[in-house]
């Protein structure tokens, strides 16, 4: 902010030059230098109290008071405990809880990205892209919520292109008959191997499956409340797997609503120490707990399963999840490539109807 002293043809004049809380170079001249020292004076004094006309919210709200209203609203979602709140911390620690939205740019959240792609994991490990993307995608949700919320003008991802990495994710890992057999057999918690035959009958999700509780298996199905698309699901119960829910709930006499618990009824948390240690003595590598999903999936489709069916069990919104397993079903391919007969065998006629319009029939002859 300065005054500054003009003179031109129609004498001295006295300009204030200055920038508004919202970025705009503000320039404005008086004939007497006290007058503009006041209004200059004035301009201060109501942007230091934030009461500058057209302030835009941006620059009155902190990023803490949007991570705040964001925790309040959607707190309640599955996802926010397990990732959401820790992205938070980070989002509070690399930008500043105090810092204002409208001093969050573009580049501050390219750079962000790129530095999460250098951060190693909580276990030593380099952070995939898809790791990166749902830290940003929290964030991006964030700002569009504030838009919303209307506690700032506009989101600054909006201000270039789409800070999304390009995701591999394509993974087809998953376990043959003596894999699974030498996996059962090593398993040394009877928990463990409990855990993984229920994945193996079902395809449920690791959080999915610890936290089953009796009540939700009835008349042959396990019907599932709390996913990760928070959609309810219905599963069917084979007679291996009834078989053995039976087993537990003998051994366990219900001491917990929970069907995989601990002696003192307690759900476990997690498995991963006795699932590795399993892979390990099984001489398993490059498979995750959630491979064993995978390994449902595959082989329910070689088994004859039917994709539309898979669909439902395993609880994919679109059919186009569903159909990375469909090089696995030669019931499908055999069906589908039927239509090629007659392509290329010479003398024949045979009549095709297009798909588009009311189009005639045409004939293909080998003349």
């Not at 300009?15 to 503000?26: A, E, L, M, T």
């Not at 925790?71 to 105090?98: L, M, P, V, Y």
């Not at 991006?140 to 270039?160: L, N, Q, T, Y």
């Not at 291996?240 to 003998?250: Q, S, T, V, Y």
Request: proline fraction near 1%.
């Amino acid at each position: 902010m300065a005054i500054r002293k003009r003179e031109g043809k129609r004498g001295v004049s006295w300009q204030i030059d200055y920038f508004d809380p919202n970025g705009k170079r503000v320039r404005q001249s008086f004939k007497k230098k006290k007058d503009a020292e006041a209004e200059l004076g004035k301009r201060v004094s109501l942007i230091a109290e934030k009461r500058y006309l057209d302030v835009k919210r941006d620059y009155k709200t902190t990023l803490g008071e949007l991570l705040d209203k964001y925790t309040e609203n959607f707190k309640h979602q599955a996802c926010f405990q397990s990732g959401k709140r820790w992205f938070i911390d980070d989002f509070k620690a690399h930008f500043g809880e105090d810092t204002r939205l409208s001093n969050i740019r573009y580049v501050d959240l390219e750079t962000y990205r790129n530095l999460l792609r250098q951060k190693v994991t909580w276990f030593g490990g380099i952070r995939t892209n898809a790791a990166v993307n749902r830290q940003m995608s929290c964030l991006h949700h964030i700002f569009a919520k504030g838009v919303e919320w209307e506690m700032m003008e506009r989101s600054p991802f909006d201000r270039g292109k789409s800070l999304r990495l390009k995701e591999n994710n394509t993974r087809y890992r998953f376990l043959d008959q003596d894999e699974i057999d030498r996996l059962l057999d090593t398993s040394d918690r009877e928990y463990t191997k409990d855990v993984i035959v229920t994945v193996l009958h079902t395809g449920m999700r690791r959080q999915e499956v610890l936290g089953l509780k009796w009540d939700e298996i009835k008349g042959g199905f396990i019907y599932l409340s709390k996913t990760k698309t928070d959609e309810t699901r219905q599963i069917p119960i084979d007679k291996d797997l009834a078989e053995l829910l039976k087993g537990i709930r003998k051994r366990n006499q219900l001491r917990s609503e929970h069907v995989f618990c601990d002696n003192k009824g307690k759900p476990f948390a997690t498995i991963t120490t006795s699932f590795k240690r399993a892979l390990r003595k099984a001489h398993i590598e490059d498979f995750k707990f959630h491979d064993l999903r995978h390994t449902f999936a595959s082989h329910f489709v070689m088994r004859g399963g039917k994709l539309k069916t898979l669909k439902k069990i395993l609880g994919h919104k679109t059919i186009q999840m569903t159909m990375r397993y469909a090089h696995l079903s030669s019931e499908f391919t055999k069906e589908e490539i039927e239509c090629m007969n007659g392509l290329t065998a010479g003398g024949c006629h045979k009549s095709v109807t297009f798909s588009e319009g009311s189009q005639q029939l045409v004939n293909i002859s080998g003349k």
